[in-house]
């Protein structure tokens, strides 16, 4: 059964955008306790690039479908995991990377929604927040994305956030964003 293509983002209305949200539903990889088999022989790149063995899986609906049975363990690895096989997957930065943004409303009436590589759509909230670490190279922006995963936010949507939270320069006690009533600082803490 093929995939659904994805939706154009900015043509969406927030109501279709939190039906989209309602209906992806995922598999329940956090109920699913079988015995470790051994590597996946897969990794995900910094950029959201997966590869399997050096080589890039290039079929998005392949890395659409092993997305969705991603889960991070207890000591911070990651397995892809089904009801019977959990195999290792080698993460080098986050899982995911959110590579659109859309945001309605002000203030704290904001809400940004971001898509990621995957096609998974994400509200930033309390329960998906944002946080920005400083690396070495400067600011390193994440999104959770669900069960201990984040998303590294790409430069460009990262640019988007920067330019929302400085045409609020001095409207908050430190420069920041608001989605869905939670308020996110900028600056790393």
């Not at 043509?11 to 956090?30: C, F, G, K, N, T």
Request: net charge negative; proline share 9%; charged share 25%.
């Amino acid at each position: 059964m093929p995939m659904r293509p994805l939706p154009d983002l900015a043509s969406l209305s927030l109501a279709e955008i939190a039906q989209l949200m309602e209906e992806d539903r995922l598999p329940p990889v956090e109920r699913w306790n079988p015995t470790h088999c051994g590597d996946s022989g897969m990794t995900i790149l910094r950029d959201g690039r997966w590869l399997h063995e050096g080589a890039p899986i290039t079929r998005e609906s392949m890395v659409r479908l092993f997305s969705t049975i991603l889960r991070r363990e207890p000591d911070g690895s990651y397995v892809l995991v089904t009801p019977v096989e959990k195999l290792s997957i080698a993460v080098e930065d986050a899982p995911f990377v959110a590579s659109e943004l859309r945001a309605e409303g002000e203030g704290t009436e904001s809400r940004l929604i971001f898509r990621l590589n995957t096609g998974d759509l994400v509200l930033a909230d309390a329960g998906h927040p944002l946080r920005f670490e400083q690396g070495a190279d400067g600011p390193l922006p994440y999104l959770q994305v669900r069960g201990g995963m984040d998303a590294r936010i790409a430069r460009p949507v990262y640019y988007e956030l920067v330019e929302r939270a400085l045409a609020r320069e001095g409207q908050d006690p430190v420069p920041g964003l608001w989605s869905a009533g939670s308020f996110f600082p900028l600056d790393a803490a």
